[in-house]
């Protein structure tokens, strides 16, 4: 019987399951698996990072674009805690990031080895489904499931604990098998029940002013069309949460666009309020996109909620229908359930979405135009959208680039074009999520934009960036402070600003030491020119944007607006 070492045998599992990139950090407890990946033939880029974060963040961002699984490895210890808010933010997102990282040995645990901690516990709370290795003999069976745990039902990130010892153990080569369908997800889909299906179509062609609610997983599924298509028969308006966006083009005449405390705004809640039927597609109704469960109100709207995860369903409305299953199968099925009992669309969809759209707009339109300075973010969104092909991915931080970007960034393309962090909102997502979807879509321009706050955490990534030619652009909203939390301090905390500001860094100067092409705008008629530079050139490029304070800007959050 042929025998092949652990860290072999786990690089055979992830090409057997057909991956092709892993971020990563190395370790002395990675080394093992580290000469596997030199010795074998595998076809596996391995993208070194300079942070374990950014490995995950990266992994997270390839998987939204790709549809693949995402790959991320670093070494115990503080690889293993570095790594942690990427893991997170995926599992949460319902997006599949394999996890690995290296620890000690298993006949070393106990005493008090260099970097030494309980895996198992550490990543179980993050994670859907998480293992530290015992021994060489599992990693098959592990990896086998690992797979099978992030592509089906809900989508999610797993985690496996690697020993040096058991990288170094012997491994039956006849265990080494595996099903690369297993890396698209969903790799498995269920319909929910049909019965469920029928009462909600029944609703749904009672009701005058039925409205749909969509969260992230009709782009996971893939369920644009199908989605459109059930609007379309009732003439019902299609609200967004964040990560909702692109389940519908922001042309078509039923896109209202995103809803909720964060890029949402007033024309937008008030159809939410208009609504006597709200279906919720794949989103959980949390504090974000219902603006702390007032819109829609609990107990006054009638509610279906469509969801791969049960738990989900009705944990925030009382539901009159609840539909498990997955988004794509689900509303073909309900798309079918429609046409077999005659709906007929009503005019209020496109009519009260055209009107909201229009004031809505209006209004920005007046803002982004202003010649202001510092430059308003209304400007570079105009400008981002002006420059920018449909193809493109934007992946945008919290503070200033998100709730800007979700409520006016527009693109008539359904699927994964605009990407946010929304589990955990951490700072520093957006440059390593970005360079991250270039390996998942090469082919399309992938712009990063961050605050200022944002680029602290993640600078370091420019070296990689610079190393491995991604030609990303990068803009970087340049206030320095962390506006967010300042303009919670204005508005609810009577402007008493404390421990908010930090000193103007020069973004342009940092990135050209990296290597990195940079520019700086100060003049607004200066931007459109500058970010086409950006967007049009075939290496890294920074723009680094004097923006006004976010404390001072027209945000679209609905805290402040009140
Ligand atoms: C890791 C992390 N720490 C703290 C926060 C809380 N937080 C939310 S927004 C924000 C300020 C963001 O500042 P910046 O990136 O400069 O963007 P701006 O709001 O100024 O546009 C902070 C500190 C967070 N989201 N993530």
């Given at each position: 019987m042929t025998q092949i070492t652990g860290g072999e045998a786990f690089v055979r599992m992830l090409q057997l399951h057909g991956v092709k990139h892993i971020f990563g950090l190395c370790g002395d407890t990675s080394l093992p698996f580290y000469d596997a990946m030199y010795r074998l033939e595998h076809g596996m880029q391995h993208i070194l990072t300079r942070d374990e974060r950014s490995a995950a963040y990266m992994a997270d961002g390839y998987a939204r674009v790709s549809g693949r699984v995402g790959v991320c490895e670093g070494p115990s210890g503080g690889g293993a805690t570095y790594i942690l808010p990427g893991v997170v933010e995926a599992n949460e997102s319902s997006i599949p990031v394999l996890c690995f990282t290296s620890d000690i040995s298993v006949s070393a645990r106990g005493r008090y080895a260099l970097t030494e901690l309980d895996q198992q516990a550490l990543f179980r709370p993050l994670t859907k489904w998480n293992t530290v290795l015992d021994t060489g003999a599992d990693i098959p069976r592990v990896l086998r499931n690992a797979f099978k745990q992030m592509t089906t039902g809900r989508p999610g990130a797993v985690h496996i604990g690697f020993p040096y010892d058991v990288q170094k153990q012997m491994v039956d080569e006849a265990d080494i098998w595996g099903d690369a369908s297993l890396n698209q997800f969903p790799s498995r889909r269920d319909c929910a029940d049909p019965a469920a299906i029928a009462e909600a179509a029944k609703l749904l062609i009672a009701a005058e002013r039925p409205l749909f609610i969509v969260g992230g997983g009709v782009v996971i599924s893939g369920a644009e069309a199908e989605l459109v298509a059930c609007a379309g028969r009732l003439g019902a308006p299609v609200a967004t949460t964040i990560s909702g966006q692109g389940s519908i083009g922001d042309a078509h005449a039923l896109a209202l666009g995103v809803v909720g405390?964060?890029?949402?705004t007033l024309p937008t809640r008030a159809l939410v309020q208009a609504a006597d039927l709200v279906v919720f597609v794949s989103c959980r109704a949390g504090s974000v996109t219902t603006e702390r469960w007032r819109y829609p109100a609990p107990g006054k709207v009638a509610v279906i909620q469509l969801d791969i995860d049960p738990a989900v369903i009705g944990a925030n409305y009382p539901v009159a229908v609840g539909l498990v299953g997955d988004a794509k199968l689900t509303l073909a099925a309900l798309r079918d359930e429609l046409d077999a009992s005659g709906a007929r669309a009503r005019g209020w969809g496109s009519d009260a979405v055209a009107a909201a759209k229009r004031e809505k707009f209006s209004a920005f339109r007046l803002l982004a135009e202003a010649n202001e300075r510092p430059i308003r973010p209304e400007r570079v969104v105009a400008e981002l959208n002006r420059v920018l092909q449909d193809d493109a991915v934007v992946v945008a931080d919290p503070g200033t680039p998100c709730p800007y970007l979700s409520a006016y960034y527009q693109n008539e393309?359904?699927?994964?074009h605009l990407i946010s962090?929304?589990?955990?909102?951490?700072?520093?997502?957006?440059m390593a999520a970005a360079a991250g979807a270039y390996f998942g879509r090469p082919g399309a321009k992938i712009v990063s934009v961050m605050g200022d706050g944002s680029f602290g955490f993640t600078v370091g990534e420019l070296e990689t960036i610079c190393r491995l030619k991604i030609p990303l652009a990068m803009v970087v909203i340049s206030n320095s402070n962390f506006g967010w939390i300042r303009a919670g301090q204005k508005t609810g905390f009577g402007g008493r600003y404390f421990s908010v500001d930090f000193s103007r860094t020069d973004h342009a100067a940092v990135a050209s030491a990296f290597g990195v092409k940079s520019y700086r705008v100060e003049d607004p008629q200066k931007l459109r020119d500058t970010l086409k530079l950006a967007v049009e050139a075939n290496e890294p490029v920074l723009v680094d944007v004097l923006c006004q304070p976010l404390e001072e800007a027209r945000a679209p959050v609905s805290e402040w607006i009140a």
């Open positions: 405390s964060n890029g949402g393309l359904t699927g994964r962090n929304r589990a955990h909102g951490a700072l520093g997502y957006s």
